[in-house]
């Protein structure tokens, strides 16, 4: 006997109660993960819609207490039937339960609050301003770029692009222009970006052409706004969704293109299970519902810029700026001869030189620090001792001056010790810079200029990031400071110098994605100056100015950066030239994931030829109490990782051994476990 799991009402909450019904014989072949049936519901056996989620040859509940299906239906959702499908495939694809992937997908319910019209929080002046902007002509190289892709889309050619274009080459205008192509053909757009903070300037420059037709997706909207985007998206209302990758979940019945813009952003892989890259979601869906996906990036990350080589992605480079003007003038300062001047203060003397010059002559300064909170971690000068978290083994952070620490994982806080608890010397302290740290200063050395500052603390409630980037852009604030944040993609005309405040940073991470983040957040930081009709400079404060990722970044030379960093991939078979399956175990009680993590290893090896790597404690062997344990598979085909992971999922479910334990899988992991 085959068993179906249903779900009647296709929402999120109604994903955690589905219903076991019977395939009755002659349905076997027609009813899989996706399909639309009719089944018999309730005390009166009332035929109601539903959707099978999973079928099994086991059900828990005896045959005679249960129903069977009706019929199948040829589904009218083209959108819900797609995105179950997509759920599928996340769940095969990732590890994870249907039901998890599902409430990925699928919309929220509908709440009671009423509706807000989407466009009452531009103020009236960027309206104006959206409005009177005259169409922009691409010059020759953005042309070519989209009547080739035209061309292509028109001749039914449906592929992946790489857009590798400078910093303000207009990659933003020749996407608008290949949307406008397949939207007037009747199709819907996605478009990805990797940061809420540039929802704003993005659909202001998109309403241009699309108006009210354009929609946002994020999660800084509430439940009821969030609902309505769907809503009106299932109506087709909309032609064009921006968001971050969740927007790929809109209800789209027939998307004709996918945009992932700054395609190299490390948010566009979930941290949370499932694990799911944008960029794969995006080609999967795309080749659904038969679109073009279009990357673009001035630092394409080292994954798709390597494909692209090798021709799975076509490759189109925009290799001037659009405004015209040069790429800024860098200099990397050594911090070591800073400190040896005897200069102790965050800003290099170049640095605090050009500072004064350009606020002096009225233009406009960003300093960008790659770090979270006030200050660093706290630690005792005298002994080295270091404050770490007793719960999840990680440096502990001072936050927002008021002397007391925390912990970003797990939230546990203290008072910051007043003297060192293994030497008791008093000389215990933060010593690294945060971004408040750089604001205080600037404001003591320029008493009278407006500051902005812009990372998670700051951004915390709807509407901030509009509030800052609205004083910078103004001109009211005359400098801008913050974390990644402030790196992508904004377009100020009237900044003409960055400060890279600390560029090792990015470097420190146990990572082998390290050189790439480094290279990419100094080129596209250093990408911001001198967009407007002033030249721009950038100063790249660093204890290591040797360094490649640095050297390189400095020349903006990507084409370098990436044959010296993929010669590096190859010696370690690291991604895109192999592929790395990072599995997690986790537990409460130490001695059982440790057993785990040793048998699951054990038996993977046996089963597959991929490499093992490990087991062993985690990075971070503890978070809130659970320890933490994990092994890496290497291959150089990713079907026999997925593979691979599906027997350890066999492995987990027959022998039940995972009693206490949890096991995550994370294909090519960004941050590691
Ligand atoms: P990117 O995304 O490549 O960094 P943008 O699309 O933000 O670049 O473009 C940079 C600036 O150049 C923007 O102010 C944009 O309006 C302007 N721009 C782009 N293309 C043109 C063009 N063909 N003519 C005039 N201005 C342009
Ligand atoms: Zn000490
Ligand atoms: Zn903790």
Known sequence: MRYANIIINISHEAVDRPFTYIIPEELESDIHPGTRVMVPFGRGSKLKAGYCIAVSDKSDIPDDKLKSIDHVVLSQDAAAGKLLELAAFIKEQYGSTMITALKLVLPVKKPVKSRKSALTDFSKEDLDNAKAASDIVLNAEQESVVSDFTREYDEGIRRTYLIHGIT?????????????????????????????????????????????????????????????????????????????????????????????????????????????????????????????????????????????????????KLSNRALGGSLPKCEIVDLREELKAGNRSIFSRRLTHLLDEKIRGGQQAMLFLNRRGYAGFVSCRA?????????????????????????????????????????????????????????????????????????????????????????F??????????????????????????????????????????????????????GRAGRGDFPGEVVIQTYQPDNFAIRLAATQDYEAFFNEEIAYREIGSYPPVSDILAVMITSKDADAGFMLSDRLSNFVKIKSDATLI???RAGIGKINDYHRFVFYLKHS?????????????EYIEKRDLIGKCHVYFDFNPMNPF
Do not use: W
């Open 473 to 526: 852009k103004s001109g009211k604030a005359q400098v801008l400071i913050g974390t990644q944040m402030i790196v992508k993609g904004h377009d100020f005309p009237r900044v003409t110098l960055v400060g890279i405040i600390a560029a090792d940073i990015s470097l420190g991470s146990s990572d082998y994605r390290a050189s790439e983040r480094t290279f990419s957040l100094i080129t596209q930081a250093a």
């Open 168 to 316: 303000g080459s207009g990659k933003t205008e020749v996407y608008i222009d290949m949307i406008r192509h397949v939207v007037s053909q009747g199709k819907q757009a996605i478009v990805l970006i990797p940061e809420i903070a540039l929802t704003y300037q993005t659909r202001l420059r998109f309403m241009k052409y699309f108006g009210d037709r354009v929609s946002i997706m994020n999660s800084t909207l509430a439940q009821g706004e969030r609902y309505d985007h769907c809503m009106r998206a299932k109506e087709g209302l909309v032609d064009v969704v921006i968001g971050p990758r969740s927007a790929l979940f809109t209800p789209f019945e027939n998307v004709g293109i996918i945009v992932i813009d700054e395609e190299h952003e490390p948010t566009y892989k979930s941290e949370n299970m499932p694990r799911y890259h944008a960029r794969d979601i995006a080609i999967k869906l795309a080749s659904m519902h038969n679109a073009s996906v279009v990357l673009g990036s001035a630092t394409p990350s080292v994954d798709s810029y390597y494909r692209a080589m090798r021709g799975d992605y076509k490759l189109y």
């Open 637 to 649: 085909d990713m079907n026999a990782l997925v593979k691979a992971k599906d027997i350890m999922e």
């Open 614 to 616: 490990g087991p062993s």
């Open 383 to 471: 002994c080295g001792t270091v404050i770490k978290c007793p719960h999840c083994d990680v440096s502990m952070s001072e936050h927002r001056g008021a002397g007391r620490m925390v912990c970003h994982y797990c939230g546990y806080e203290i008072p910051i010790p007043k003297k060192c608890p293994k030497c008791e010397s008093k000389l215990i302290g933060s010593f690294k810079a945060g971004t408040e740290q750089i604001e205080n200063e600037i404001k003591r050395m320029f008493p009278n200029v407006g500051v902005v500052r812009m990372d998670a603390d700051t951004t915390s409630r709807k509407g901030d990031y509009e509030r800052i980037l609205r004083e």
